[in-house]
């Protein structure tokens, strides 16, 4: 699985086949602007916006092959996109608060302070 996130007035994320290289999919981006992760058994991908200049505070989870939105949290704060990530059984998701995020957040969160969703009821 290979995946592109395109931003601007209309994004697309597109699936592509890893081995023929061709596109499987693609379907609307759930924000105009988001940092994603995609989970270790490439079943889900996180979107994650949380911005003063929006006004916006979700991550969605979205099956990763058909767009299908499958749950939603808050809180999860979005910096620098290395911040998120899955568990490695794919039933956690968990971001970080850094001093350098706390002013972009729309309710800041303290340095240090650790986000988790558990995935399990969505996940496989």
């Known amino acids: ?11 697309l994320v597109t699936i592509w086949d890893s081995e023929t290289g061709s596109p499987v999919t693609s379907y609307p981006s759930p924000f105009r602007y988001s940092h ?8 889900l991908i ?3 916006a949380n ?4 006004n916006l505070d979700s991550t969605l989870f979205v099956r990763l092959i058909d ?10 704060p979005m910096f620098y996109a290395d911040n998120h ?3 490695r ?14 002013s972009e957040q729309l309710d800041p969160l303290l340095e240090g302070t650790v986000v988790v969703t558990d ?4 996940s496989s």
């Open 1 to 11: 699985v290979r995946v592109a996130s395109a931003a601007g007035a209309h994004p």
């Open 36 to 43: 994603w992760r995609i989970s270790p058994k490439s079943e």
């Open 46 to 48: 996180a979107f994650v």
């Open 51 to 54: 911005a003063k200049q929006t």
């Open 67 to 76: 767009g299908k939105l499958l749950g939603e949290a808050r809180r999860h």
């Open 85 to 87: 990530a899955f568990s």
């Open 89 to 102: 059984c794919g039933k956690w998701f968990v971001t970080a608060s850094t001093e350098a995020s706390r």
């Open 119 to 122: 995935l399990s009821p969505i």
